[in-house]
DNA sequence: TCAAATAATTGGATCGTTCCAAATTTGTCA
DNA sequence: TGACAAATTTGGAACGATCCAATTATTTGA
């Protein structure tokens, strides 16, 4: 098993060629002859070779490791998962591998993964840093040249480029849905009030709320968990009041479908008795039933364009920071009933 | 930006001491004097020192890169965002990293990820195989001598470990449950025919049909993705039955709640007019409404427990191919109506 | 046919670390 | 204090690739 490795000068003995040689033709230099090439190629297969990166690397300090690092706060979360396909699929045909690691939103654990990865010389991270992240932690990555794109969340004073979601315009656009279906009390389910992405949000619903003239009830926002167990317990909350919201927008999908649970417990459906919002258009979100209405990010896409912008900074070897909010688009599916629905039942009355 | 990388003989010549002695500190050898030490670190910090991990591996052929690979077939599906969770907890602790890949079923991706991996190195690799990989694909992994354990699915011939639960009992187990209420016509719904996976399900299905002297219907299992969407499909395929059944056991827990999803668009209720019971136990199941009644696979449990045998087996330094069925039990939540409810409820008859 | 141009090949030196055997310092005890 | 053991420290030689300048083989053109 253990058997010794093939190395390029085994490579070149059994092919009665130089190192050199070799060594061109694993970085498909047009400087060799084709036969030579073939001949190499015949042996490197017949022996078993396996290209030892590590070693390239060490001697071309100028160029890259091939390798990129990811570190998401909850891949349990399938917007992370998502994204991190996403990433991986640019990433991937670039010829570069992933690095992936989740910190489950502890900084602690964020800093040992970065250093780590470090050590093992990526030449970029992508990063949905975990809450509490601060401009100091990213200081060695920037200091060492190592391009970053903050994804999802921004990091204040953090002098790396980022790309988010218009969180904000999003929001907005998804209360006024509400309101122009004749909704006058609406609540802002889940998240965590300490996080930029919570705080861009509820902007945006209280600046819907104020466009079109309705009053901003405090009690009426309720913060949670940004999970499905969270949704269920916001939605409690709310239901709970005295004078009940008739619909809701939420922090994200996960959210969203719990409130959808939480809504069902209480014999009610979503869509129906009850407008649901959600944001972020997880594929879950279209084939949920009922479907979700909710702001479409495209997770994968996002993951996308964030690998794109990594390694154009990393070919330009160049890490001047720039910050690219991605447009969203509101989705009307079921969870909200539709405009027609609307509009069937007001002319029954 | 793109200073000068700092060395070990950077270090040592400022801290006034040779190479070697750096190097010693760098891996915490008793060796070294605690004053030496002390001195040494201070200027590591000082100075910003990363260690450079290709390097060093470079050096110790002999010991390995402290990288371990895991390539899931489907990393949008919950359950491998688990699995990878888990995996990394161990492995993280371990003082490794996680190389982590997304196949998307394909097993040319696979192949590629898994080349990209032996090149850097990785010193163990867990695998959820794409459907359709041979055991031919592993070769190069088996010949180098890197520890593979298999996770979920098996691939015949390969003699390499793997850890899969225990799918036939499981599935069993859900149908005995059924029966045990009283239901009489049981669809199975869900998942792709050619899997190994599917199979040792649907036969702890028809054994457990069996056992109960109930009758095999073969109209009663309806394949499809293994999705939200697919269930969503299935359920349709197998309401559209002149017989109708009254319960399902689904292939996996996001087939289960696409089969509730579409028994809400036929207007019927998931756990009181139809049982469901899923398979995987995936986070989601407990705060669904209705809670998800399935068979608890633990996916981070398992992902923890594929870490612990590719540890075991890397640190051995032997890799004899050791095949684990990790048991499964029954959850009973409220997707199936409850034992108790079906007990009031016939005693209300 | 021969010089000049072009194509193809090649031997070290090198990247940043660890290993090894040998050298140096320090400590112990009669 | 001197001999001997133990504790520290250290200079090169690796590891497996790439780079560079230099060499050798092949064409080309007049």
New interface residues.
């Given amino acids: 098993?253990?058997?010794e490795?093939v190395t390029v000068v085994d490579i070149a003995h059994a092919a009665g060629v130089s190192k050199s040689t070799v060594s061109l033709v694993l970085q498909g230099s047009p400087l060799v002859n084709d036969g030579t090439r073939a001949k190499v190629n015949v042996v490197i297969r017949e022996l078993?070779y396996?290209?030892?990166?590590?070693?390239a690397?060490?001697r071309q300090?100028n160029s890259k490791?091939k390798?990129i690092g990811i570190v998401v706060n909850d891949?349990?979360n399938?917007f992370f998962?998502?994204l991190?396909?996403g990433v991986?699929m640019v990433v991937?045909s670039a010829g570069y591998?992933?690095?992936?690691?989740?910190t489950?939103e502890s900084v602690d654990?964020q800093r040992?993964?970065i250093?780590?990865?470090?050590?093992?010389?990526i030449s970029g991270l992508i990063l949905s840093p975990a809450r509490g992240t601060e401009a100091a932690d990213l200081k060695?990555l920037?200091?060492?040249?190592i391009p970053v794109v903050n994804v999802v969340r921004q990091i204040a004073g953090a002098r790396v480029s980022s790309l988010i979601s218009d969180n904000h315009g999003g929001m907005r656009d998804a209360v006024r849905h509400l309101a122009g279906l004749g909704h006058h009390r609406i609540a802002f389910l889940g998240g965590f009030p300490d996080t930029a992405v919570f705080n861009e949000r509820l902007q945006g619903y209280r600046d819907a709320l104020a466009d079109v003239d309705l009053a901003v009830h405090d009690e009426l926002v309720v913060s949670s968990a940004p999970s499905?167990?969270g949704g269920?317990a916001a939605i409690e909350r709310a239901l709970s009041l005295r004078e009940r919201p008739t619909a809701a927008v939420c922090f994200n999908d996960a959210v969203a479908?719990?409130v959808?649970?939480?809504l069902?417990?209480h014999r009610l459906n979503p869509g129906e008795d009850f407008a649901v919002i959600g944001f972020d258009d997880v594929?879950?979100a279209q084939?949920?039933?009922p479907a979700l209405t909710t702001v479409s990010v495209d997770p994968q896409g996002m993951g996308r364009r964030a690998a794109q912008l990594l390694l154009k900074q990393i070919n330009a070897?160049?890490?001047d920071a720039e910050a690219i909010v991605s447009s969203v688009r509101l989705v009307v599916r079921q969870s909200c009933g539709s405009a027609i629905d609307k509009r069937e039942r007001l002319s029954l009355l």
């Fill in positions: 098993m253990g058997r490795r078993g396996v290209y030892n990166r590590g070693a690397n060490l300090a490791s390798i891949l349990t399938s998962a998502e991190a396909v991986d991937q591998v992933q690095f992936l690691s989740n489950g654990r040992e993964v250093a780590s990865m470090r050590e093992h010389g060695g920037v200091a060492g040249g499905r167990a269920v479908f719990g959808c649970d939480g069902r417990a594929i879950e084939t949920a039933v070897g160049k890490a």
